[in-house]
């Protein structure tokens, strides 16, 4: 009898239900290393801006509908944005096969060859440079009080949260707030 209440207990908590886990109804707080995870009420479009690929292309974030994106915004001058590239560089790794993109958007105006320099010097191998040297980017997201900022859009293109500052992206609080939206349709 105790086994039964036990399992049965683990089960409330743990969401299953005859259909399979379910989704959680909220994301799990996320604390960066000075700031928590900021939810967007309401949930409004992402901006579209361009981003400038290694390649010399142009990108934006209409490529990535049907994938949970992490837009971060650094440059090469910032102490906190080059300690948390291998944090993402790991993230991409660890989610990318579950729908997770992280874009890594470099707000500076170093040149495309210089980030791909400045990416093999740190040991990143998972993401790819992305920049926005004239600053698109950051004034349509409104990061305008220091980097980096972290933006979560939805499979639909929706804004849904924000982190200013750096974060362990590594952790399991990160995983488990990004995992809630990765169980989003």
């Known amino acids: 009898m105790k086994r039964l209440v036990a399992l049965s207990l683990l089960i409330v908590v743990s969401g299953w239900d005859r259909g399979g886990w379910q989704a959680a109804a909220a994301p799990t707080?996320?604390?960066?290393?000075?700031?928590?995870?900021?939810?967007?009420?309401?949930v409004r479009v992402a901006p579209i801006?361009?981003?400038?690929?290694?390649?010399?292309?142009?990108t934006n974030l209409t490529r990535y509908r049907g994938r949970v994106?992490?837009?971060?915004?650094?440059?090469?001058?910032?102490?906190?944005c080059r300690a948390e590239l291998p944090?993402?560089?790991?993230?991409?790794?660890n989610l990318g096969t579950d729908g997770l993109t992280v874009l890594t958007v470099a707000t500076d105006d170093a040149p495309s060859n210089a980030l791909v320099s400045f990416f093999r010097h740190l040991g990143i191998r998972s993401l790819n440079p992305l920049s926005d040297p004239a600053g698109?980017?950051?004034?349509?997201?409104?990061?305008?009080?220091?980097?980096?900022?972290?933006?979560?859009?939805d499979r639909?293109?929706?804004?849904?949260g924000y982190i200013a500052g750096a974060a362990d992206w590594t952790?399991?609080?990160a995983h488990d707030m990004l995992k809630y939206y990765l169980a989003q349709p």
């Open 29 to 42: 707080e996320f604390n960066g290393h000075r700031r928590p995870f900021t939810i967007v009420e309401p």
């Open 49 to 58: 801006t361009p981003m400038h690929t290694p390649s010399h292309g142009v």
């Open 69 to 80: 994106v992490l837009l971060n915004l650094w440059a090469t001058w910032c102490a906190p």
């Open 87 to 93: 944090h993402l560089d790991q993230l991409q790794r």
């Open 136 to 153: 698109h980017a950051a004034g349509a997201f409104g990061a305008y009080d220091g980097l980096p900022w972290s933006f979560i859009i």
């Open 156 to 160: 639909q293109g929706n804004l849904r």
């Open 171 to 173: 952790g399991k609080q």
